[in-house]
């Protein structure tokens, strides 16, 4: 198999973001004066459901005994998530929240080298260019052929709906991608579109089912082991 694309998952696998999503959620729901906050704990129960809305939805519908949804309750949400994704951008252009370890060398090395590269994620096109402009520069589009985010899918992972939207994109087929992803929703999604994937974990998603992953690693410190398992050739 020659690698000719690399697609990336954004939350947990390009950088460790998803205390920072839920700090930016709790700070949402108090300035929209919800007495609602959300430790590691209810996070980790919550992760179980990707994309903010939905995740909302889902805590109020499973873990909130008693509440009486507005009548507008989609409205409501969305505009709860609005806050926490102005929170959360404000948070990553900062610069609180890097690339993990050998995710910059990657994407780089493999870009200098003509491999196509794409991102296929959950969360919105906002908070990827918030991290992405603050990590690659005001340029940092230029290394992607396909960014594909949040709402752009009917279906969010682990549905594989954006992944196909991204090899569609792309027009590369399957086998002839890697799939970089951190969670089992993730992994769901991208082997049901066919894709080879490899798993780097966080402390979220470590416990979690990598049945069908090509390896599984800690992160990418080690990036010539990861060249070596994956047989990605950067020679130009
Ligand atoms: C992870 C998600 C996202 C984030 C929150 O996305 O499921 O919903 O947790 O971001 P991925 P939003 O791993 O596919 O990058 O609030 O913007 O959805
Ligand atoms: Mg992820």
Same mark, same amino acid.
């Given at each position: 198999?020659?690698i000719?694309?690399?697609?990336?998952d954004?939350?947990?696998?390009?950088?460790?973001?998803?205390?920072g999503?839920?700090?930016?959620?709790?700070?949402?729901?108090?300035?929209c004066?919800?007495?609602?906050?959300?430790?590691?704990?209810?996070?980790?129960?919550?992760?179980?459901?990707?994309?903010?809305?939905?995740?909302?939805?889902y805590?109020?519908?499973?873990f909130?005994?008693?509440?009486?949804?507005?009548?507008?309750?989609?409205?409501?949400?969305?505009?709860?998530?609005?806050?926490?994704?102005?929170?959360y951008?404000?948070?990553?252009?900062?610069?609180?929240?890097p690339?993990?370890?050998?995710?910059?060398?990657?994407?780089?090395?493999?870009?200098?080298?003509?491999?196509?590269?794409?991102?296929?994620t959950?969360?919105?096109?906002?908070?990827?260019?918030a991290?992405?402009?603050?990590?690659?520069?005001?340029?940092?589009?230029?290394?992607?052929?396909?960014?594909?985010?949040?709402?752009i899918?009917?279906?969010?992972?682990?549905?594989p709906?954006?992944?196909?939207?991204?090899?569609?994109?792309?027009?590369?087929? @399957?086998?002839?991608?890697?799939? /970089?992803? *951190?969670?089992? !929703?993730?992994?769901?999604? =991208?082997?049901?579109?066919?894709? #080879?994937?490899?798993?780097?974990?966080?402390?979220?998603?470590?416990?979690?089912?990598?049945?069908?992953? @090509?390896?599984?690693?800690?992160? /990418?410190s *080690?990036?010539? !082991?990861?060249?070596?398992? =994956?047989?990605?050739k950067?020679? #130009?």
């Amino acid at each position: 198999m020659t690698i000719k694309a690399i697609i990336f998952d954004v939350d947990g696998t390009l950088a460790d973001t998803e205390d920072g999503h839920r700090l930016s959620f709790n700070k949402a729901f108090a300035e929209c004066g919800l007495d609602w906050s959300w430790d590691v704990a209810m996070y980790d129960k919550l992760l179980k459901v990707t994309g903010g809305k939905e995740r909302i939805k889902y805590f109020v519908s499973d873990f909130l005994k008693g509440y009486e949804k507005p009548a507008d309750f989609d409205e409501y949400v969305k505009h709860l998530h609005a806050v926490k994704t102005k929170h959360y951008t404000t948070m990553l252009a900062a610069g609180n929240i890097p690339l993990r370890p050998g995710v910059k060398q990657l994407i780089t090395e493999a870009h200098a080298a003509g491999i196509t590269l794409a991102i296929a994620t959950t969360t919105t096109p906002q908070n990827v260019a918030a991290l992405l402009e603050v990590a690659l520069g005001k340029n940092w589009e230029g290394y992607f052929a396909a960014n594909g985010c949040g709402d752009i899918v009917p279906h969010k992972k682990p549905a594989p709906d954006i992944y196909f939207w991204v090899l569609d994109k792309m027009g590369i087929k @399957a086998s002839d991608c890697i799939a /970089l992803e *951190d969670s089992e !929703n993730g992994l769901r999604s =991208s082997l049901a579109a066919g894709i #080879k994937t490899y798993v780097t974990i966080n402390h979220y998603t470590r416990n979690q089912d990598f049945t069908g992953a @090509a390896a599984v690693f800690d992160d /990418l410190s *080690d990036l010539q !082991n990861f060249y070596k398992v =994956s047989g990605l050739k950067l020679a #130009k």
